[in-house]
C-alpha cells in the first residue's frame, strides 16, 4: 500500500492545508482497505460454511443467504444515504464499522443456518464504500480528477479484497470457518475508533466553512432520479449480468472444477489484485483520453460485451486448459466491469448538488443490492440448466440490451436538450 499515490485534484476553493481534512481523507483510505479486508475473509469460505450448515441443495441454500444479504442491503443502502445527508460523514461511518462488528460477531458463532439469517441484519447500516464515495464525491472537480480519486478509493478496497480472500482461504483451509470472522471484529472496531477520532461530521467544502444545505428526502431523491436515471438503467441492467456472475463465480470453482478453500481465496484474491492495478492507473488517463466519462462507460460496455462472447466460445469450444482460458477471460470481463462502475459513477456524481451526494450513492448502492436479491437464485437456475457456459452467455446478452439501452436513453436526452 505505500506505493500508492493518493494526490487528489480538489476545488480551488477547498482548504486541504486543513489538517481535519487530510487526516479525515487518509482514514477514510485506511478504512476502506481494513473494510474490504474485513469482509474479504469470509467471502470465500461462506459457500462451504453454508454446505456445512445445510441439510438440503447447497447451491439453494448459498442462493438464498445471498439473497437475504442483499435484501438486507437495498434498504441500508437508501436510509444510509439519507442518514449522511442529515447527520454528515462522521456518525455514518462509526454507525457502519459498529454494524460491521455486530455482523462478524454473530457470524462467528453461527453454528445454524437460522444464525447465518440473522447475522445479516446488522449489515442494514454497513456501508463503509457508500461513506467513502460520498466522501471523496465532495472533495474532487468533475471529469478526470474525479475519476482518477474514485479510481483509487476503488484501489483502496480492492487492495484489501485481494488480502483478504487468499488469507481466509488459508485460515479456512483447516476447517475453522470462524476465525476470520473473528479478526473482522477487531478490525471493524478499529475502524470505527478511527472514524470517531479523526473523520469530522461534515468536510469543509467552502472558504466560509458551511456545511452544505440540506434537501428533505423526497427533493434528493426526485433530484437524483431526473439528473441520472439513464445511468441508473445501465447500472441495473449491466448488475444483474454481474451479480449473477459474482454468485456463480465460487460455486462454478468449488463444484466444476473442485477448488478447495485456500485455491477458492488464491484465485479470489489474484482477479481483484488485476482490476486493482487498474482502477489506479486507467480511469483518469481514459476520462482525459476519451474526453468525458460517457465515452469511457461507452468502451466498458463494448468491452464486456466481447469479453463475454469471448468467454462462452471458449467454454464452448475449448477442450485443453479449460480452467486458465476461463479465468484469463474472466479477468479481462472483471477489469471492463470495474472501470464501468467507476466511470457510471463519476459520472453520476456530477449530475447533482453536494447536498444530494449522500442520497445518490445510497441510491447507486441500493440498485445495486436490490439485483442481488433475485440474482442469486436465477445464476443457480442457470447454472443448473445450462452449466458454466449457460451463465457466461446469459451475462453476453444482458450486456448487450443494457448497450442498446443506454445508446436509446443518450439520443432521447440529446433531442430533449435540443
Excluded at 74 to 81: D, N, Q
Excluded at 195 to 217: G, I, M, Q
Excluded at 258 to 269: N, T, V, W
Aim: net charge neutral; proline share 3%.
Amino acid at each position: 500500500m505505500a506505493s500508492i499515490s493518493f494526490n487528489l485534484t480538489i476545488r480551488p476553493e477547498i482548504n486541504l492545508e486543513m489538517h481535519s481534512n487530510k487526516t479525515a481523507l487518509y482514514t477514510i483510505y485506511v478504512n476502506i482497505v481494513l473494510f474490504a479486508l474485513c469482509y474479504q475473509l469470509q467471502s470465500p469460505l461462506e459457500p462451504y460454511l453454508v454446505s456445512k450448515l445445510s441439510d438440503g441443495d447447497d447451491n439453494r441454500a448459498y442462493s438464498s443467504v445471498q439473497a437475504w444479504f442483499s435484501f438486507i442491503q437495498t434498504i441500508g443502502s437508501l436510509l444510509m444515504g439519507s442518514l449522511l445527508d442529515k447527520f454528515g460523514l462522521q456518525g455514518g461511518f462509526v454507525l457502519t464499522f459498529l454494524s460491521s462488528a455486530v455482523h462478524y460477531g454473530i457470524l462467528a458463532n453461527a453454528t445454524t443456518l437460522q444464525l447465518l439469517y440473522i447475522s445479516k441484519i446488522p449489515t442494514l447500516f454497513m456501508h463503509g464504500f457508500l461513506c467513502a464515495q460520498t466522501a471523496v464525491s465532495q472533495l474532487t472537480t468533475d471529469g478526470s480528477s474525479r475519476m482518477a480519486a474514485l479510481g483509487r478509493l476503488t484501489a483502496c478496497y480492492t487492495a484489501g479484497a485481494t488480502v483478504g480472500p487468499a488469507l481466509g482461504g488459508y485460515l479456512g483451509a483447516s476447517g475453522d470457518y470462524y476465525f476470520g470472522a473473528k479478526l473482522a471484529v477487531c478490525g471493524s472496531l478499529l475502524s470505527a475508533v478511527l472514524s470517531y477520532a479523526f473523520v469530522p461530521a461534515h468536510l469543509v467544502t467552502s472558504a466560509s466553512e458551511t456545511e452544505p444545505p440540506k434537501a428533505d428526502v423526497k427533493t434528493s431523491l426526485k433530484t437524483v432520479f431526473l439528473s441520472a436515471y439513464d445511468l441508473f438503467l445501465v447500472k441495473g441492467v449491466t448488475g444483474v449480468a454481474n451479480s449473477m456472475q459474482s454468485t456463480a463465480f465460487p460455486l462454478i470453482a468449488k463444484n466444476y472444477f473442485s477448488f478447495q478453500e485456500e485455491q477458492m481465496g488464491l484465485a479470489q484474491s489474484a482477479m481483484t489484485l488485476a482490476t486493482t492495478v487498474c482502477s489506479i492507473f486507467l480511469p483518469g488517463p481514459l476520462t482525459s483520453a476519451l474526453g468525458s466519462s460517457i465515452a469511457v462507460v461507452r468502451l466498458c460496455l463494448w468491452g464486456s460485451i466481447l469479453g463475454l462472447a469471448l468467454q462462452t466460445l471458449l467454454l464452448a469450444y475449448a477442450v485443453e486448459n479449460l480452467i486458465t482460458l476461463f479465468f484469463i477471460s474472466k479477468l479481462f470481463v472483471s477489469v471492463f466491469q470495474f472501470l464501468l462502475s467507476t466511470s457510471l459513477t463519476g459520472e453520476s456524481v456530477g449530475r447533482v448538488p453536494a447536498e444530494c451526494k449522500g442520497t445518490l450513492m445510497g441510491t447507486e448502492h441500493a440498485l445495486f443490492s436490490v439485483v442481488r436479491v433475485f440474482t442469486p437464485a436465477l445464476a443457480v437456475a442457470v447454472l443448473e440448466a445450462n452449466g458454466v457456459i449457460g451463465v457466461s452467455a446469459y451475462a453476453a446478452v444482458m450486456y448487450t440490451s443494457g448497450t442498446g439501452l443506454f445508446a436509446m436513453t443518450t439520443r432521447f436526452i440529446k433531442q430533449k436538450e435540443a
